[in-house]
C-alpha cells in the first residue's frame, strides 16, 4: 500500500512563502515522476509542477519564476517552494506520484489528500 502524506500549507500573507512537502512510503519499486497539482473553489483541478524524471521540471506558466519544485529520492519526498504568494494561489495543493509497486510492476497514479494553501491580500 502506497500513501502520500503532504505537510505545510496554512495562511499566509500576500507576497510571503510557503514550502510544502510529500513524503511517500509504503513498497515502492521505482518512481516515473512526482509533482504538486492544486483545486480553487469552483475550479478544476491544475498541475502545478511537477518532474517527470531525473532532474528535469515543468511548471504552470502563472507559477513560473516563483515556486521551485524539487525531489529528495533517498526520503522518497517532493518538495514545493512558494515564493511572492498571491491570493490566486489560494487553494487545496495535492501531491501526485506515478510509480510502480513490487508486485506488478505495473505504473500507477497516486494522490496525497491535499494541504489548504490560503494567501491574504
Known amino acids: 500500500q502506497v500513501q502520500l502524506v503532504e505537510s505545510g500549507g496554512g495562511l499566509v500573507q500576500a507576497g510571503g512563502s510557503l514550502r510544502l512537502s510529500c513524503a511517500a512510503s509504503g513498497s515502492i519499486f521505482s518512481f516515473n515522476a512526482m509533482g504538486w497539482y492544486r483545486q480553487a473553489p469552483g475550479k478544476q483541478r491544475e498541475l502545478v509542477a511537477t518532474?517527470?524524471?531525473?532532474?528535469?521540471?515543468n511548471y504552470a506558466d502563472s507559477v513560473k519564476g516563483r515556486f521551485t519544485i524539487s525531489r529528495d529520492s533517498t526520503k522518497n519526498t517532493v518538495y514545493l517552494q512558494m515564493n511572492s504568494l498571491k491570493s490566486d494561489d489560494t487553494a487545496v495543493y495535492y501531491c501526485?506520484?506515478?510509480?510502480?509497486?513490487?508486485?506488478?510492476?505495473?505504473?500507477?497514479?497516486?494522490w496525497g489528500q491535499g494541504t489548504q494553501v490560503t494567501v491574504s491580500s
Open positions: 501526485n506520484a506515478v510509480l510502480k509497486v513490487p508486485l506488478t510492476k505495473v505504473e500507477n497514479t497516486y
Open positions: 518532474m517527470p524524471s531525473g532532474t528535469s521540471t
